[in-house]
């Protein structure tokens, strides 16, 4: 491609260039549909999926169902305090948007005028991602999954380059798992708490699910708990 030419050795670049490459080898509709994707689509499907495996968790009779459900809260929560922390970040950087020093980029989406370094998607993403592997592997590596395509995708759109991308992820992932432990010991006392409420608890854990403490019979084994206690009196 003709941007190779002008990147030099500089393999960040290369790979912006081919990845984003890409866009232009594409149909038209097909753009558009990655533009969507990459801007909002994928945003949409992580809450989806923290949602989903909200509903599977708390449908569980596990013992530590408060606990499961407050490492989703925490999901979105580190996301939230992973873009805070990047905000100095950026400033400090001040790395311009890669289509300001490279000419022939194909820039699927307009009005980025902020800085580039790091991506504030990648950073959301993952860090959800993160916490949702904290809270059940299946639903976390989904979430991960989803992450690596938002990543993919900030630069095939021509607004990111890949560190900028790659450092979303590290960013997310330090936060999501650095301050999990604390978050943690604060949030499960709160879902605790929220389970034992008779109207509430049903955040935590559905209805017809025994409650952590209780003790769990199936039919047949009350049955034969009755008869024990009525020979014994």
């Not at 050795?9 to 994707?37: C, Q, T």
């Not at 948007?97 to 800085?115: A, E, M, S, Y």
């Amino acid at each position: 491609m003709a941007g190779l030419a002008e990147s030099g050795s500089n393999p960040d670049v290369d790979l912006l260039y081919d990845i984003n490459g890409l866009a232009k080898d594409a149909p038209h509709w097909f753009d558009r549909v990655m533009e969507f994707v990459g801007e909002w689509g994928l945003l949409v499907a992580m809450v989806l999926l923290l949602v989903g495996c909200w509903w599977t968790v708390r449908r569980r009779a596990d013992a530590d169902a408060a606990s499961s459900v407050a490492a989703l809260v925490w999901a979105p929560l580190a996301a939230g305090i992973a873009v805070l922390v990047n905000i100095p970040i950026r400033g400090f950087v001040e790395r311009p948007r890669p289509f300001v020093d490279h000419q022939g980029l194909d820039v699927l989406i307009g009005g980025k005028t902020d800085f580039s370094f790091v991506s504030d998607h990648a950073t959301l993403t993952m860090a959800m991602g993160v916490g949702l592997f904290v809270a059940d592997r299946r639903f976390g590596l989904a979430g991960i999954g989803i992450a690596l395509l938002e990543g993919f995708c900030r630069v095939y759109m021509g607004v990111h380059y890949p560190t900028d991308v790659v450092g979303g992820f590290a960013l997310g992932t330090a936060v999501a798992l650095l301050l999990s432990p604390l978050a943690m010991v604060l949030l499960t006392p709160l879902t605790a708490a929220v389970e034992r409420s008779p109207r509430a608890g049903r955040l935590i854990r559905a209805r017809g699910t025994a409650r952590s403490g209780r003790e769990t019979l199936i039919p047949g084994a009350r049955a034969e708990h009755a008869e024990e206690r009525d020979l014994a009196a």
